[in-house]
């Protein structure tokens, strides 16, 4: 965050004189470019950590507030249950690892927590 600082001085000084919070500054270091810092601040002042990381999810660096949200971007989540006969099943780890979810260690890593809750 510091170096993104470095590029980013009124943002850094916004941090400095408690216009922006810590948290809302590291969310803007992801997507603000020295191009972009002026329309990111507007939108972020004051607003609350949690709403500036909002604000932020699913744009790039260097993107504007008003570009639209890139899918690409945005966090995925995996959730799935396991049946308690299946919990150490390898093969149907190796079939969730199959699937393209691009996770070529998951079956180990699936075996491993099984072996560690069992």
């Known amino acids: 965050m510091a170096e993104a600082l ?3 001085p009124v943002t ?3 941090l400095e004189q408690g216009e922006l919070c810590w948290s809302a500054v ?3 270091t992801r997507v603000a ?3 972009t810092e002026a329309e990111w601040l ?3 002042r004051r607003r609350n950590a949690h709403e500036v990381e909002q604000m932020v999810r ?4 260097g993107d504007r507030p008003s ?3 890139s899918r690409q971007t945005l966090d995925k989540v995996l959730r799935f249950e396991l049946s308690g006969s299946r919990r150490t099943d390898r093969r149907g780890a190796q079939q969730l690892s199959a699937c393209g979810f691009g996770m070529p260690e998951l079956p180990a890593r699936l075996s ?7």
């Open 6 to 8: 470095e590029e980013l």
């Open 12 to 14: 850094q000084e916004a």
């Open 26 to 28: 590291r969310e803007l």
């Open 33 to 35: 470019t020295p191009e």
């Open 42 to 44: 507007a939108v972020t």
């Open 58 to 61: 699913g744009h790039g660096r």
């Open 67 to 69: 570009d639209p949200v």
């Open 112 to 118: 491993a927590g099984a072996r560690r809750a069992g």
